[in-house]
């Protein structure tokens, strides 16, 4: 950059001709934000011509003046020639001024006096103050500002959004902060009616998210700044907004007026509704205690679904009427449920404002849409949701009062996942349809995966000793059962083409032919020989061994290979056998491999078999699956030939109709040879086994035990806090424990 003589350009400032002024403070603008050279600057008397160029001139000129001095006034300098002249300038320019570089530069002016540190009392009484109450005797003259400055936040340049938003920010945090508590809930109410979350929430959604995450951020953390203050503010009877937010909801019940009553109003007397809160399902008839826990933020919740659902809202209570006191929802208590909910999902007490700049250095472009929570902006409509999710919920679940503390706990688990696990620029309708139409059936299973959760948390190292123990266990189990499915039996059809291919090729596709005959295959009882015989129709009866002459030696047994998928065949079950209905391009063989010997079984196996070999080399150049293990002979049997004379063939071909069928007679060929399953169906039933075998097993961890575990102090005797295990005398199998207490 070329030097500058500061003098000379002090000196063009001053010019009467607009074209030198111009040039020169277009040159100020790129080099004023050097600390150094500011201190010349000023010291040559060239802030006085800069702010004289701000007050006076127009175009592209005062433009520069206004970067200028927000420059300037960023590094800290020029304070002292901020007068209320100049702030009620720049904000006549944010009012009607329409081009878009004059109009960055005056809400950078803007953000910089109002950011701008709260001066001691001695200096503000010499100087203009600063903050919010430097612009209120200018927006007074000029009442559209604050309609003017949301507008902003929908043009087209991103530049002219960020400073707008950063200085509807700069002005809520100095409201928050140095207004009385009457004031700044006013003015944030204002900027609501304006519209101006909906304007952020629209840009929290929109592709510009990267140029503005910096304010957007910033308005996020503010938003939780807000509830959290609200949520700070106890509910007073004797402050008149809480009062009327109270009376609104009790006149919006519409409550009916007894024969006393109207007695009571036309003598003049007032009389009191011994019920008048609690029918609203509040607590006790002193509704301020209810809303401990969430404050004011609690009661503008339920002011608000009350305004909005004042029909429903009516219904819900006369329904409710005709029940039973134990089964009416507390309508009042559920909705303060869902406020502190909300409040703990977007963990607004853990928000600082200070640090959003800061975290989103750290943060990569690719990870930026994690930072932002536009559903937060939307609360009064997540509440609202939440609060019907309830009331459906103890509905279809037949919930009593002592149920409550569970339908939270449901209630909290689904705005979990449902709001949780919005996208960004997910629309707050889908969210709400999503709430609204989530199956309760899943709920239910986040429910125990988040009980699962909570065990493993406390007991993971025992928890995974058991599953190794149970998986064992369930292994041995459906090994046992595999191997009962071939000690039974079980009928395999065979093909009239299986002596040319087990099937005939019909436009380069195979066709599966219906069998002609059918084979019947049996494991020995002492598992070591596989009996089976042809037959030509399936009899009623299981035939017996005797009547099975074909038999294969196990321990002559080389490999098993078959065709059978790993994926899960979710038409089968795991007691009943499926046929398939539809003839298929491929069908399931499993082939047994061995080594034949003279001691082997007495007749020769059918052409079928050898060409079944043939037909599985065929298949496997389809992009079916191919499952092979090889195991060695069994050494409780005879010796196998001499290496020298074995000779690996087909021993045996089956072909399974049906999923269920192959996945029994392959794992349970495998596993009768001491190796691992391999079907997924297989597979899931170990998985179901051990899973219930753990539920079983869990159902002895006491509730107490789990918070002692996790140093809470509960479950301890009643001398330590902890309540009494009570006792099991005089009850049957039928009885359970209320580890909730409500």
Known sequence: METINISELVERLGSDEDAVRKMAVFKLQSAIGDPSFADVF????????????????????????????????????????????????????????????????????????????????????????????????????????????????SSADHAL?????????????????????????????????????????????????????????DFQALTKVLRRKWRDVLVDLDKPEHRRALKGIHLASNPEKTAEDRESSEAGRKRHNPEKWRRLGFGSESPAWDFEDVGFLGMMDLSEYVKKNEDRFQKLLLEHSAQSPERRCPIAKASIAVTAILYEHFEVDKSDVEDAKGYLALESKSNIDKLFQPSILQWPKLHTSGLQAFLRLWKSTGAELEDFVKIVELVRILLEAVVGGAARTKSIQEVEDEIAEF??????????????????????????????????????????????????????????????????????????????????????????????????????????????????????????????????????????LKILSQPSSSFTTITIHGYRTSSIASTTPTPALSHTHSHNRTLSSKPSLALTSTTAANTTTTASPPPTKRKETILLTLSPPSQTLASEWLDGLLMLLNQQPITAETTKLIKLVSDYG????????????????????????????????????????????DIIGG
């Open 42 to 153: 000023i010291a040559d008397g060239g802030l006085t011509r800069l702010r004289y160029l701000t007050l006076h001139t127009t175009g592209n000129t005062l433009a520069y003046s206004l970067t200028s001095f927000s420059r300037l006034l960023e590094v800290d300098m020029g304070w002292d020639y901020i007068s209320q002249e100049l702030v009620e300038r720049v904000v006549e320019l944010v009012v009607t001024h329409p081009l878009v570089n004059i109009l960055r530069g005056a809400m950078s002016m803007l953000v910089a006096i109002v950011s701008h540190p709260q001066v001691s009392l001695s200096k503000a009484s010499q100087q203009s103050a600063f903050g919010f109450r430097a612009l209120k005797p200018a927006i007074a003259v000029y009442p559209q500002f604050l309609e003017m400055l949301v507008s902003r936040l």
């Open 161 to 217: 959004c960020t400073n707008a938003l950063q200085l509807i920010n700069s002005l809520i945090r100095d409201a928050m902060a140095n207004d009385t508590d009457t004031e700044w809930p006013k003015f944030i109410k204002r900027l609501e009616d304006l519209g101006v979350t909906k304007a952020v929430y629209g840009l929290m959604q929109s592709a510009a998210l990267q140029d503005l995450s910096q304010p957007l951020l």
């Open 439 to 576: 199956d309760y059936q899943r709920l239910r299973e986040l429910q125990m995966e988040l009980i699962e959760l909570t065990y493993e948390d406390t007991w993971g190292h025992h928890l995974r000793q058991v599953r190794d123990e149970l998986n064992q266990e369930a292994l041995q189990f459906m090994k046992e059962q595999r191997i009962r499915c071939l000690l039974q039996g079980s009928w395999f059809p065979i093909s009239e083409a299986s002596s040319a291919e087990n099937g005939t090729a019909i436009n380069g596709q195979l066709k599966r032919s219906s069998p002609s005959s059918y084979r019947y295959v049996r494991l020995s009882h002492n598992r070591r020989y596989l009996h089976y015989a042809d037959f030509e129709a399936q009899s009623d009866g299981i035939p017996s061994l005797e009547t099975l002459p074909n038999k294969i030696d196990l321990s002559l047994v080389s490999s098993v290979v078959s065709n059978v998928s790993a994926t899960p065949d979710t038409n089968s079950s795991t007691s009943t």
């Open 694 to 737: 753990l539920k079983i097993r869990l159902l002895n961890v006491r509730f107490d035990d789990l918070m002692g575990a996790r140093g809470e102090g509960r479950g301890g005797s009643s001398d330590d806090g902890g309540g009494e295990v009570p006792s099991r005398e005089g009850l049957d199998e039928d009885y359970w424990y």
